[in-house]
């Protein structure tokens, strides 16, 4: 019923952009607390991104400046534009959406891959 799939991922060289998106279903999104994390290979999971239903924003350190979350609660998608990508930004990159009632929900996870 629940469903929060990711797309957008590929490879792009260092220094470029891309942009994740998160399409998201089977609950009400626009009270749902919205989350990016990302998992390089060896490495913890680790929160990127978080975007609360009022709209208040959170980043890890190491993206500050460089991405930015964002929402459409009227198509119920969220999204992560990434610039000035460096290799270490490479990883798996996961959707996650808490719902109202508390519950999480993942996504399946999108492959960033940045490399010269």
């Known amino acids: 019923q629940v469903q929060v799939v990711e797309s957008g991922g590929g490879l792009v060289q260092p220094g470029g952009s891309l942009r994740l998106s998160c399409a998201a279903s089977?609950?009400?999104?626009?009270?749902?607390?919205m989350s990016w994390y990302r998992q390089a290979p060896g490495k913890e999971r680790e929160l990127v991104a978080g975007i609360r239903s009022v709209g208040g924003t959170n980043y890890a350190d190491s993206v500050k400046g460089r991405f930015t979350i964002s929402r459409d609660n009227a198509n119920n998608r969220m999204y992560l534009q990434m610039n000035s990508l460096k290799p270490e930004d490479t990883g798996v990159y996961y959707c996650?959406?808490?719902?109202?009632?508390?519950?999480?929900?993942w996504g399946q996870g999108t492959q960033v891959t940045v490399s010269s």
């Open positions: 089977g609950f009400q999104f626009s009270t749902a607390v």
């Open positions: 996650k959406a808490r719902t109202w009632s508390g519950n999480d929900h």
